[in-house]
């Protein structure tokens, strides 16, 4: 028999999502169940991870696409190898789109820097969703307007969450939060360990909210 799904209230996922407002998790919390459902992350300690990871991915709820509005110095540190052999970052300075263009250029199915490909498939979703593959492959599940209107991923609660669900899915981080490995599934979400000791902190609220012992 499958594991039944877990289904959060408006309580816990309020204790797990701290400091964010009510209105804010009751509008989620009826796609994130179903999300976490649709996509098998049933035990409390799989939910547990998955939560810490799309609680520190959207701060909290708070924020579903990604902003790149960084200053020259900034850009210099976050994306080093795009800044270098002469590019002249003050060209950039908080100019989000131009930044998404160069950044994400030639890879991830994206079109070269002019394409506009960059931008258009930024980050959106309770966890970033990032490329024209990577949105090609959702709009398989998700309809076709998410390669057409990406800013739907961002703006639409249900497809937010079914975003990260499925990237989780897609992904097998599943694995991960079986192996309470929190390492492994934030390299496989971030390419690195940024905000490590934030995604351990919110792991660590939402095994005490979701009563796991591990």
């Not at 905000?195 to 919110?202: A, T, V, Y």
């Amino acid at each position: 028999m499958s594991q039944q799904c877990n289904n959060l209230t408006s309580q816990q996922l309020g204790a797990i999502m701290k400091g964010t407002k009510a209105d804010v998790i009751e509008k989620n919390l009826p796609h994130i169940n179903k999300a976490m459902c649709d996509y098998g992350i049933k035990s409390p300690l799989e939910q547990a991870h998955f939560l810490a990871q799309v609680g520190h991915e959207s701060e909290g709820l708070k924020h579903t696409t990604e902003s790149l509005n960084y200053s020259g110095d900034r850009l210099k540190q976050v994306f080093p190898r795009h800044f270098k052999d002469g590019v002249k970052v003050e060209d950039y300075h908080r100019k989000p789109e131009k930044i998404g263009n160069r950044v994400y250029a030639c890879r991830m199915g994206n079109g070269d820097e002019a394409s506009g490909d960059g931008s258009k498939y930024r980050g959106r979703g309770l966890i970033q969703l990032t490329g024209k593959n990577n949105y090609s492959a959702f709009a398989k599940v998700a309809g076709p307007e998410v390669l057409a209107k990406p800013d739907k991923v961002a703006t639409d609660p249900a497809l937010s969450t079914k975003a990260a669900a499925w990237y989780w899915n897609k992904n097998n981080l599943n694995n991960f939060a079986r192996k309470d490995d929190i390492v492994g599934a934030t390299k496989v979400i971030n390419g690195g360990t940024n905000g490590l000791q934030d995604r351990k902190n919110r792991l660590q609220t939402a095994k005490c909210v979701l009563g796991v012992r591990k």
